[in-house]
């Protein structure tokens, strides 16, 4: 079974320009989500789509972040402009099920470096 | 916030069982308590996760007090590649995952 998909790997941008990212969840997973997470923390949650819905975006900063999933399989996040506190890796993961489902699968993420 | 108290990091010799503490006294009755862990330039990995029960599967041992306000995570032999952070996670079905900073392991040859 193909795992989460993520590209690029690696982006360095300077502050204020923008950038985005892919992410293909498992095939069949209905929930996708995307988190950051800075170095020396946990990852923290910034959306979660159901479907091509979003379920929860209270934690995105939608002055800057946009994500979109419009079909309900692959998702873009966007950082636009980006600032150099954006620095960090953005993880994508996708689940079966919004409520019950146990586990969630993770991608290798996207380095971001915001000079 | 994590609802979870974690060391910051532990060392554990190869081969031997590596004993994972977490903290989570203010845990409410329909909080399962979830372990993933996080391999160096990798997403997160589940690992167990458990309610009131111990449970083993083939990665891990959960070993959760009566009065669930704490948990051991139990890697009975420890290799080089168990060298990870460990997240502890107090989750009710249908929240989201917090993730705290987790425990440094190092495996150590």
């Known amino acids: 079974e193909a795992g989460v998909a993520q590209s690029p790997r690696y982006k360095i941008i300077e502050k204020r320009q923008s950038v985005a990212f892919w992410c293909n969840p498992i095939s069949g997973h209905a929930t996708l989500y995307w988190y950051q997470q800075i170095l020396g923390q946990g990852p923290k949650l910034l959306i979660q789509?159901?479907?091509?819905?979003?379920?929860?975006d209270s934690q995105l900063p939608k002055d800057r972040f946009s994500a979109e999933r419009l079909k309900g399989v692959d998702s873009t996040l966007k950082i636009q402009p980006a600032k150099l506190e954006d620095s960090a890796v953005y993880l994508c993961?996708?689940?079966?099920?919004?409520?019950?489902?146990?586990?969630?699968?993770f991608g290798p993420g996207t380095r971001l470096t915001v000079t | 916030d994590a609802k979870t108290t974690q060391p910051t990091s532990m060392d554990c010799a190869e081969g031997r069982a590596a004993n994972l503490p977490c903290n989570h006294s203010t845990i409410s009755g329909n909080e399962y308590v979830y372990w993933y862990r996080q391999i160096h330039s990798q997403g997160p990995q589940y690992i167990i996760h458990g309610l009131k029960n111990n449970e083993t599967n083939e990665m891990a041992s959960l070993i959760i007090t009566e009065d669930r306000k704490s948990s051991t995570l139990i890697l009975p032999h420890a290799t080089l590649r168990d060298t990870a952070v460990y997240y502890c996670i107090v989750r009710n079905y249908g929240q989201n995952f917090v993730f705290g900073p987790g425990t440094r392991l190092s495996v150590l040859p």
């Open positions: 993961a996708s689940s079966p099920a919004l409520v019950w489902g146990n586990e969630q699968y």
């Open positions: 789509f159901q479907n091509n819905g979003v379920v929860d």
